[in-house]
T-cell receptor, first 113, second 114 residues
């Protein structure tokens, strides 16, 4: 079993829809959670960064972390065709002394005009 | 502020050869991590360097090695290339120290081994 599980999709939605992307994990030591967006043939771009449980909002994006359920989510409101990309969740256990992120497999999202 | 840069962007090598990839982190960032991305395995952590010292290592064979220079720039080397080493190699930088763990990625080097 992988430490981080993410449904690879693909997920196809109409423009303007609310998108929900999710990851589950097994390592209770994870306390830093990130969402990255990766366009084809590009490097991952950091979208959201959260520490421990709770919600964080940035524009059309909302990240939620539920450590009790070992479950994280990314919501995209009013989705746009430019949001079409692969979304990767990532997490790590320790602060400051490790660059080791554990990634999910990524969910491919297509937003249709 | 300039982002993470990686050179070269594309590389074609033959089995058995070796290759060196280069990464320049965001100015002020002292930690550099390397990842391998393939369609089958996704993004996998190779190693991390901080203040010229390797402080974390993933589960890759010894053919994969790296180093970091005093200006925080980093290189990774793969010796005796195998077909399975074909991948996108990504470098990420981070402030390091006791800061958070946000990793900022470069565009990657796409390595093809024939």
């Amino acid at each position: 079993q992988k430490e981080v599980e993410q449904d690879p999709g693909p997920l196809s939605v109409p423009e303007g829809a609310i998108v929900s992307l999710n990851c589950t994990y097994s390592n209770s030591a994870f306390q830093y959670f990130m969402w990255y967006r990766q366009y084809s043939r590009k490097g991952p771009e950091l979208l959201m960064y959260t520490y421990s449980s709770g919600n964080k909002e940035d524009g059309r994006f909302t990240a939620q972390v539920d450590k009790s359920s070992k479950y994280i989510s990314l919501f995209i409101r009013d989705s746009q065709p430019s949001d079409s990309a692969t979304y990767l969740c990532a997490m790590s256990a320790k602060t400051g002394n490790t660059g080791k992120l554990i990634f999910g497999q990524g969910t491919t999202l297509q937003v249709k005009p | 502020k300039a982002g993470v840069t990686q050179t070269p962007r594309y590389l074609i090598k033959t089995r058995g050869q070796q290759v060196t990839l280069s990464c320049s982190p965001i100015s002020g960032h002292r930690s550099v991590s390397w990842y391998q991305q393939t369609p089958g395995q996704g993004l996998q952590f190779l190693f991390e360097y901080f203040s010229e010292t390797q402080r974390n290592k993933g589960n890759f064979p010894g053919r994969f090695s790296g180093r970091q220079f005093s200006n925080s720039r980093s290189e990774m080397n793969v010796s005796t290339l195998e077909l399975g080493d074909s991948a996108l190699y990504l470098c990420a930088s981070n402030l390091g120290g006791t800061g958070g763990n946000e990793q900022y990625f470069g565009p990657g080097t796409r390595l093809t081994v024939t």
